[in-house]
C-alpha cells in the first residue's frame, strides 16, 4: 500500500503485479506501465488492477476511457471496443451530471477534446464503410460505399477547419442514413451485421458526448447569469427554425434519402425539445439547456441536408433543384407579402396552407 508521502510523485506509475508463471514453481513480477496500455494488449486487466490500487478518481478515469478509446478508432478498433466509450461516458456523466456546474478545468478539458469526437465519428464511418465494402463489392451499392469511404477520408484532411466542420457533421447525417437503408436490404449479405448496428449505437452515443461538452462549454464561455432566459431564447430559436425546416420538408423529393435523413433529425429534434421544456418545467434548468441545444444540433443538421441535398445527392440533383427554386420562390413572395414571419411564428396554422402551395408547386414544375 501506498504511503501518504508517495501519492503524486511519479507522472507514470508502474504497477508491480506477482503472477504466478504456468508451469512453474516460482512467482515471476510482471511491471505494467499504466499509462500506455491500451484495452487491446495482453496487460490491460492489469491497468485497471493499477487503477484500483491507486484509486484514481472519476475525473481520471473518465480522461484515460477517452484517451484508450480514441487511440482504438485510430487504429480502426473501435466498434470492437464499445463497452470502452460506454465507460467513459458512464464516468462522464458521474463528472458532469448536467444539474450542477461543472468544475472549470473539466469544463478546459472538454473544450480541448471536442474536435476528436468529430474525427472519431468520421473514423468510425470509414471504418464500417470499409466493412460494407468488403461483403457488398458485387453489389449496386459498391461504388457509393468507395466514395464514402474517400469522403471520410477527405473530411480528415478538412476537419481542422473550423468552418467546415457543420458540414461535414450534417454530411455523416445523411451518410449514416444511406448505411441504414443499404443495411436494410442488404443485411442477409453481410457478414457482420451486428457490427452496423453497434456502429449505429456508438454513434448515437459519440452525439450525447457532443452535446452535453459543447453546453457546458457555451454556458461557461457566455458566463450567462439567468439560465432560464437563455432555455427560453434557445427555445424561441428552435421554434422558427423548426417551422422553416418543415415547410422545406413538406415539397422536398419523396424518394431522395435526404429527405428521409432530414425527417429522422426533425422527429429526433422535437422529441428532445419535449423532454427540454418537461425538464424546465420541473425545475431542471440546465439539462433543460442541455437537451434544447441537442434538439437545435438535430434541427441545423437537417436544415443543411437539405441546402446541400442537390451537390449531396446528384441522383436526385434534379429534382433536388426543383425543389429549391420553387422553395426560394414561395419564401421571396411570402416575404415580399409580409406574411413570412407570421407562418413561421404560427406554422400549426397555416400547415395546410403550406401543403396546399406545395401541391401546386409541385404541378408546375417537371415531373418528379
Known sequence: MFGPDQKGVAAITAVIIVAASIGAGVATPVIVDAADVDPDSPFYGLERLGEQIRM???????????????SLVNRGKGLAHKSILEEFVEKMHDVVPGDVETKQEIVQWMQEQM??????????CKEICQQLKQDLDNTPEAEWIENCIRECENFEENWDKHELRAQIQA????????????????RAQIHKPMDVDVYFDIDNVLVDVDVTANVEIDINAENL??????????????????????????GAPENAHGKHAAERLVEVAINLKDKAVAGFEEGKTRRALALIHAAKVHLGNAEMILENAD???PEFSTQWNTWRNQWENMKQEWTGEGIWENIIENYNRYAETVRKRWEEEKHKGPAW
Request: proline content about 3%.
Open 225 to 250: 447569469p439567468d439560465l432560464s432566459e437563455a432555455f427560453e431564447n434557445k427555445l424561441e430559436e428552435f421554434n422558427t427554425l423548426l417551422a422553416e425546416v418543415q415547410i422545406m420538408l413538406e
Open 171 to 186: 454530411r455523416l447525417r445523411l451518410i449514416r442514413e444511406r448505411i441504414k437503408n443499404v443495411m436494410n436490404i442488404y
Open 311 to 313: 451537390e449531396w445527392e
Open 115 to 124: 474536435p476528436r469526437v468529430g474525427m472519431v465519428q468520421l473514423r468510425l
Open 56 to 70: 484514481v478518481g472519476g475525473e481520471d478515469q473518465m480522461k484515460e476511457r477517452w484517451g484508450e478509446y480514441v
